[in-house]
């Protein structure tokens, strides 16, 4: 049963899929599934395999690991198997609680160009849990060990798809640059940020202007330019860094303050008077 | 000559001492120095190598300690005009030799990297170790227990929290990330150095409280306070590489500040007067090596020769007291 699981869990973990496991954690009474029976529920509420208890049971698990894939948090549903009004409507008895564990594939960080800020941010991706993909003519699998995909065709390719989970980070120092974030804008990708100075920034955002994307636009998809929290990065790495910040940021929220200040900010007493 | 020079360069970088590089990149004749002479000042003023004569070199003393103190290479011009105009990173000199030469000396400090000192080995401390080598530290990993395995990238690991034998008069950079194993020793040992930043990663409850244990055992309450609890940027990070990350920006934040870097950097050449000017003639004398000195109403006067000391002693008094050079 175990290595079922795992197994398909494999499967679906290496497509891609998104998923949900739910796990029976408490049983009060009789019941047909017992503490430890799993099923895995995908993104359609359809139970690919396991078993978590009958019907009444059943729909109320597959409609919450829908729900849970959707908004990407676990969950305890406790089903009371005795109330026909306000439970689930059949009286098999007893009561039961089921764990949810939304798996949901990586987030995507997409990064146009190479050199040692790329190199670096692709690192720092892979560690903070992201699906890394490079897309540059100049990228080897050398430069990029923690890369999953190479795309050499470069970011405005067919190959690179952007999704609402993609994070796009352009930092080809090109002259085209102005065409990759438009694709990622247009793409509605979740965070779009442009490696560039403040000047040379100005430059792309005007191209983009004359392209059609005016400021409100750019305003909307929120582009990043110049990328990363402004902590006196100097170094590539150390703007590597910045950069990886700023989409922890942009994906968990917060206000890039120091964590002392953010506190002394919403009144609460420092840890020290 | 060069082999000497990079033997040098080569001994301090391994022995991690903060030194800076000194070349010859431009000069007018009549100068002793050459395109392509070098020296090597280092943090105590103490110089090797060659960059020209005695008023040159005081100069290039002092620049190199700036360079050494604040991180960044500059071009230092010595010339008989006067007038300069500001330009971004130069340091412009008044030619006070006599010969009417000029130089341009281009200044590089050569600091060691920035130690980050991990307590503890929690995911949070291996995910730090792991990402601050990365960036470029020097990482060093204290606690009992610890598995190289788990801190591949540390450049050394200390089975100890006691860490008074390391070399903290470094540029360091602490962060305790014991989580639950030796909170109270850890953060004891920390707030007992004296580097810029300590942060201790808790939740606030338990921050202050053991920060009120450590109190009522007798830690200085300023080294208490300097504490960062909670540690990091407000990033909302969720699990023990995001943790990391946002410390690792804050710790570059306070890096990049522009406030002096803490280093216990010799302070007796540094703060001596390394520039003196002798009131006779004008020229640049160093004062640590002076020959001919003078006082005068509780004034030290230093002098480039014999001649301008006589003059001087003729008739004090009627010599205005020298400013030294922009």
């Not at chain 1, 198997?81 to 764990?99: R, S």
């Not at chain 1, 005016?214 to 910045?242: C, Y």
């Not at chain 2, 470094?170 to 580097?195: F, H, K, M, P, W």
């Not at chain 2, 000195?293 to 030290?300: A, D, L, V």
Request: charged share 20%.
């Amino acid at each position: 049963m175990y290595r079922d699981i795992f197994s398909t869990m494999n499967e679906l973990s290496s497509r891609g899929a998104p998923f949900a496991i739910a796990t029976v954690i408490e049983i009060g009474g009789s019941g047909s599934a017992k503490p430890g029976s799993k099923a895995l529920i995908d993104a359609d509420a359809r139970v690919i395999l396991g078993w978590v208890g009958g019907g009444c049971v059943e729909n109320v698990v597959r409609q919450e690991a829908m729900e849970s894939i959707k908004d990407g948090r676990p969950r305890i549903v406790s089903v009371d198997l005795t109330d026909e009004v306000f439970g689930v409507g059949m009286p098999c008895g007893g009561m039961m609680k089921v764990y949810i564990d939304p798996i949901l594939p990586p987030p995507q960080l997409v990064i146009a160009g190479h050199g040692r800020i790329a190199e670096t941010l692709a690192l720092f991706g892979k560690i903070a849990g992201f699906s890394v993909t490079v897309a540059d003519p100049g990228a080897t699998s050398e430069a990029f060990p923690t890369a999953s995909r190479i795309v050499s065709a470069g970011f405005n390719s067919a190959e690179i798809k952007i999704g609402e989970d993609t994070y796009v980070v352009v930092a080809t120092q090109h002259k085209a640059d102005h065409l990759s974030i438009k694709k990622a804008i247009e793409a509605g990708a979740a965070y779009i940020a442009l490696v560039a100075s403040r000047t040379r920034a100005q430059l792309v955002f005007d191209y983009l202007a004359a392209g059609g994307i005016d400021e409100g636009r750019l305003a909307q998809a929120n582009v990043r330019a110049p990328a990363g929290l402004d902590i006196g990065a100097e170094t590539p790495e150390e703007i590597a860094l910045s950069i990886m910040s700023e989409i922890v940021l942009v994906r968990r929220g917060g206000s890039g303050r120091t964590m002392l200040e953010a506190k002394e900010m919403s009144g609460s007493r420092t840890v020290l008077e | 000559m060069f082999d000497d020079f990079l033997a040098k360069v080569t001994a301090l970088r391994s022995d991690g001492c903060p030194f800076a590089v000194a070349i010859v990149v431009r000069f007018q004749p009549p100068v002793s120095g050459k395109p392509g002479d070098k020296a090597i000042v280092q943090a105590d003023g103490q110089i090797s190598g060659w960059i020209g004569g005695g008023c040159v070199q005081p100069i290039v003393v002092r620049e190199a300690l700036r360079a050494i103190e604040d991180g960044k290479p500059k071009l230092v011009r010595i010339t008989p005009a006067r007038d300069f105009g500001a330009e971004y990173g130069v340091a412009n000199y008044t030619m006070t030799c006599h010969g009417g030469g000029a130089m341009e000396i281009y200044i590089e400090p050569v600091l060691p990297p920035a130690q980050l000192l991990i307590f503890g080995r929690s995911l949070v401390a291996q995910a730090l170790c792991k990402l601050g080598k990365t960036i470029g530290y020097f990482v060093i990993v204290a606690g009992p227990g610890l598995d190289r395995l788990q801190f591949r990238e540390a450049d050394r690991l200390l089975e100890s929290w006691d860490v008074r034998g390391l070399n903290l008069d470094r540029e360091t950079y602490i962060v305790v990330s014991t989580q639950g194993e030796g909170d109270e020793e850890a953060l004891e040992q920390a707030v007992l150095t004296n580097v810029p930043y300590v942060s201790f990663i808790a939740s606030p409850a338990k921050a202050e409280k053991i920060v009120q244990f450590l109190a009522g055992r007798g830690a200085v309450p300023e080294a208490l306070s300097r504490v960062k609890a909670p540690a990091g940027l407000d990033i909302r990070a969720l699990g023990p590489e995001e943790i990391a990350i946002s410390i690792l920006a804050e710790i570059i934040l306070i890096r990049r500040s522009g406030k002096p870097l803490h280093r216990n950097l010799p302070q007796s050449e540094a703060s001596a007067p390394i520039h003196a000017v002798d009131p006779i003639c004008g020229m640049t004398v160093d004062p640590g090596s002076a020959t001919h000195i003078s006082e005068y109403k509780g004034r030290t006067y230093y002098f480039c020769s014999a001649g301008c000391k006589h003059e001087f002693d003729k008739q004090p008094e009627t010599h205005p007291i020298p400013s030294p050079p922009a």
